[in-house]
């Protein structure tokens, strides 16, 4: 089972739809978890950490789910500009206070008009 | 200015060279690292240095030989390539014992081998 894994989709939606992702980890000690977004021959950049309670930035919500080891992303009101590919990423320091950042191989969302 | 870059963006060199790629950060980071894209796109880490000491060797080939001269900068050093090296590597920096924080990735240096 890979450490991380997410549906590579690819999601095509219409602007204005609603669409999530969901990822689910391995490692039931990881300890922080975030999603990123990669843009076609761009690096990744930070989308929004994810945190236990749930929380909201603008259009997009993350929701965490330790006991079924499981991660989502929500989008609303899709925009053009969303069309990139979403990585969920999962710290699993091991034991030690350094950041060891797994990622999941992506899910590649196309908006279009 | 640029948070983390990196030099050279992109390297094509045949296979058999030695080819260094350098990584500095002016965010004032204790934590770097370098991260491999191959053409799955799957990103996985390679190395990490906290306070120019080694922390993390994701069991890379030894041709592979990262080097901090001071912890602003993780220079990548890359022996005898072959074509599987091909691929996109990326930098990052991070805040020391950086559970909760995110990475700051560069924009990465294409390398092809022919």
């Known amino acids: 089972r890979k450490e991380v894994e997410q549906d590579p989709g690819p999601f095509n939606v219409p602007e204005g739809a609603t669409v999530a992702f969901n990822c689910t980890y391995s490692n039931s000690a990881s300890q922080s978890f975030f999603w990123y977004r990669q843009d076609c021959r761009k690096e990744p950049k930070l989308l929004m950490s994810?945190?236990?309670s749930g929380n909201e930035d603008g259009r997009f919500t993350a929701q965490l789910n330790r006991a079924s080891q499981y991660i989502s992303l929500l989008i609303r009101d899709s925009k053009l500009s969303d069309s990139a590919t979403y990585l969920c990423?999962?710290?699993?320091?091991?034991?030690?206070?350094?950041?060891?950042?797994?990622f999941g191989q992506g899910t590649i969302l196309t908006v279009h008009p | 200015d640029t948070a983390v870059s990196q030099t050279p963006k992109y390297l094509v060199t045949q296979m058999g060279n030695d080819k260094s790629i350098k990584c500095e950060q002016n965010?004032?980071?204790?934590?770097m690292y370098w991260y491999k894209q191959d053409s799955k796109k799957f990103l996985k880490i390679m190395f990490s240095y906290n306070n120019k000491e080694l922390i993390i060797n994701e069991t890379v080939p030894n041709r592979f030989s990262p080097k901090s001269p001071d912890k602003a900068h993780l220079n990548l050093h890359i022996n005898s390539l072959e074509l599987g090296d091909s691929a996109v590597y990326f930098c990052?920096?991070?805040?020391?014992?950086?559970?909760?924080?995110?990475?700051?990735f560069g924009d990465g240096t294409r390398l092809s081998i022919l």
């Open positions: 994810v945190y236990s």
């Open positions: 990052a920096s991070s805040i020391q014992g950086a559970q909760g924080q995110p990475q700051h």
């Open positions: 990423v999962v710290n699993n320091a091991g034991g030690t206070s350094y950041g060891k950042l797994t």
């Open positions: 965010l004032g980071h204790d934590t």
